[in-house]
Every structure is written in C-alpha cells, then in structure tokens.
Nanobody, 123 residues
Framework: QLQASGGGLVQAGGSLRLSCAAA????????LGWFRQAPGKEREFVAA????????SYADSAKGRFTISRDNVKNTVYLQMNSLKPEDTALYYC??????????????????WGQGTQVTVSS
C-alpha cells in the first residue's frame, strides 16, 4: 500500500517535496518511482530509484530539477522538485513494480500505485 502526500499550489520557480509512505511489505525489496498525469494527457514516468537508493533514473523533463530519494527505515520515497514550471502541473503518483524487480521495471512494468497527490504550478 502506497500513500502519497506533499502536493500543493506553488508559483513557477518554486519547490515542493512529495513523499510516499509504504506499508505492508518489506520496503527495501522494491524499486520505486514517480509518475505524473496532466489533464488530457497520458500518465508519464518521472523518476525511479533502486532498492537501496544507489541508482536512479529520470525522465528528460525531470533531469537537473527533480531528485528522487528513499529512506528504507521510514519506508518512504521522496521526490524533491525544484525550479517548477507550469507544465509540471499534474497528479503525481508513486509506484512500484513487483517485488525484486529491478530499476528499469519501475518505468516499464509498474504494478502498485499510490492514490496520487496534486501539484499545481502557477505562472
């Protein structure tokens, strides 16, 4: 079970940190990621992180501005978003592939989803 939080309304150029807490499973056995979906658009991959946080992957739109991290003690994955743009406005979801699936499967085979948290960036 994944529970996302931290969304909100922010001006362009501002920052937000999203959190996603997991319960019910051995957290460190899962790679994790973030996706987003803007109105009228398909859900798209944003970022992924490996089991122990040693490897990460980002969409081109997120590189240099967003940072994904995790805390395996707190069972939480984070997405720090800086230099936000109006085009970052979307519903953000945390996700995970099946247990033991590696980093690339976060993007290619997401299986578990959080409920989404809204990020709105005003110009």
């Amino acid at each position: 079970q994944l529970q996302a939080s931290g969304g909100g309304l922010v001006q362009a150029g501002g920052s937000l940190r999203l959190s996603c807490a997991a319960a019910g499973q051995t957290f460190s056995n899962y790679c994790l990621g973030w996706f987003r979906q803007a109105p009228g658009k398909e859900r798209e991959f944003v970022a992924a992180i490996s089991f122990n946080g040693g490897s990460t992957s980002y969409a081109d739109s997120a590189k240099g501005r967003f940072t994904i991290s995790r805390d395996n003690v707190k069972n939480t994955v984070y997405l720090q978003m800086n230099s936000l743009k109006p085009e970052d406005t979307a519903l953000y979801y945390c996700s995970a592939p099946g247990v033991g699936y590696g980093l690339r499967y976060v993007k290619d085979r997401p299986k578990y989803w959080g409920q989404g948290t809204q990020v709105t960036v005003s110009s």
